[in-house]
């Protein structure tokens, strides 16, 4: 089998053939020529004449340990709409260096890794994770998700360390997120019925928590809805071993007593004589930080942690990270 072949049945590339392969410094260059009769421009898809012609390259998913390079003839076309622009190609995004391909399979890692996990992994630049990250999410966003809301829900959402918060908007009908902003007041808020304009109408309902900032912002923007609040809080404490919650509280605000509650039920119910150990794992949540339990001595924020392990009697006053090797001798 010829070489071309064999890369051919290997890449598939949409609306492209091999027609060479070289094997250099760089990695793997396999010269492409698109399969196409007319130009059309990028921007809006239209047929339109060419402008000039330039030789471009296009990073691909890697062949092995191989970082594998497209190489081929572009065109830039005179568009009566757009202007000058480059045409448009099958495996890439317009006027992008990475092929589809790529980008998809950095945006769905994005999905489970930190962004420096996959620029390591796929021997790009930090920042160029995020705007293929940007550019695959627009690419997919549905242009219609704010037309014809009728129950929303509105929640926020702790990101990073400290208290940074994002405010998520979700369709109820459907279940989907359908509007997400940086910050947590009625200016957010109101963000997303700015851009809503006059689709804001057919909403008839909308479930929010107790915050005066999004009351505020759903009274002024559509009075007319039901707003339905949802008052409580609920924390959990888990006892791995048997599986079973052994403590547990309801409160209408999300405060520190809240978990504490949680803990000193379930301490209760575990450690009536105070000499048996109860180990704690607690989530990224602020509230249940150590320093929240009374555990000083930590310097790490509430959010750089993925785990902590909390020792509650007989070694109260120690906080300690997560590790394997901690986890199997804990005091
Ligand atoms: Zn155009």
Redesign the pocket.
Known sequence: MRVTTAFNKLLRLPGASVVGVTFGAEGVVVAVRLRRRRSR??????K?PIHDRSTRRWRHLDLGAQRCLLEGEIRR?R?????V?VEEVPFARPGVRHTRDFEDLTAFLAQQASKTVIARLLRIDWATVGRIVERVVEGHLDETRLAGLVMIGVDEVSWRKRHRYLTCVADHIDGGVVWVAEGRSAATLQGFFEELGGDAATIQAVSIDMSAGYEKAVREAIPHAQIAFDPFHVSFVIDVFSRKVVGWQLATNMRTDLVLDALRMARGLRSPGADVALVHHSDRSSMDHPESHGLRGTRDGPFRMRTRIAIYPPCPSKALRASPDQRASPC
């Open positions: 421009c990028s921007g809006c898809g239209r339109a076309v568009c009566p709409e757009c202007g622009k």
